[in-house]
């Protein structure tokens, strides 16, 4: 079975759901295996929940789920699509997925994810962004090409002391805090509601490069 995300992070965006009307509607952009949709029905009782994904093997474990799910990405315009409008989005350690050939094509990509996110949301409607996030941002720069380089030479995750440190594939374009909140911050209509940053464990290889962590959850409204 695909790699499943871990519902921990989600403590919050479930007690932020919790304070909202039960007959509301959820997006999960990015759901994979849906693990995280069960969960959020579980705990906040919401039922209308749908989720998208490009991974069609993960997809079919969300809807061995009974989940409703769709083969869908992000940086399409995909309201069209759905034909619906959404409560709530989700956006769930999905940006920095998101990869261009170029460190500026990947914050573009992040730029339009969020773009149709926003689409995708009634008025009213709540953006909910989970994203781990680095800094310093130069040297995020650094890994995004170093690990490009290295996936011309092979298809595997080759690690480096452990499974985390680790070059070529995935090709990841993290972003920082500051960064995240610029790009969603152009977004006039959308007015944040909610920030958390916590700060993460980072491992030996990522001390002795001064890298540090943060799990951030940031919440807007659309107007």
């Known amino acids: 079975m695909p790699y499943e995300f871990s519902t921990v992070r989600y403590k919050e965006v479930v007690n932020f759901i919790n304070a909202l009307q039960k007959d509301i509607s959820i ?6 295996t849906g693990n995280v949709l069960e969960f959020i029905i579980r705990e ?5 929940v749908c989720g998208v994904d490009i991974d069609e093997e993960a ?3 969300a ?3 009974g989940l409703r799910v769709f083969n869908l990405s992000i940086l399409d315009d995909i309201c069209g699509t759905l034909n619906e409008k959404f409560d709530v989005v989700i956006l769930g350690a999905v940006l920095h997925h998101l990869v261009g050939r170029t460190r500026n094509e990947s914050l573009q990509l992040s730029h339009k994810a969020l773009l149709n996110a926003t689409k995708l949301l009634k008025n009213g409607g ?3 962004i989970v994203e781990p996030t680095f800094k310093p941002f130069w040297l995020l720069g650094a890994v995004f090409y170093v690990k490009r380089f290295f996936s011309l030479f092979t298809h595997s995750r080759v690690a480096v002391l452990n499974y985390w440190n680790n070059l070529g594939p995935p090709v990841v374009s993290y972003l920082t805090t500051q960064k995240l909140l610029q790009i969603a911050g ?3 209509e959308l007015s944040i509601v909610k920030k958390l940053q916590e700060s993460n464990e980072v491992t030996f290889l990522m001390n002795l490069f001064f890298l540090k962590k943060y799990q951030v959850l940031l ?5």
């Open 27 to 32: 997006l999960d952009v990015g759901c994979g």
């Open 44 to 48: 906040t009782g919401v039922k209308n």
């Open 59 to 61: 997809l079919c474990a």
């Open 63 to 65: 809807r061995a789920r």
């Open 126 to 128: 709540y953006l909910i």
């Open 186 to 188: 152009e977004f006039k």
């Open 219 to 223: 919440i807007y409204q659309k107007r």
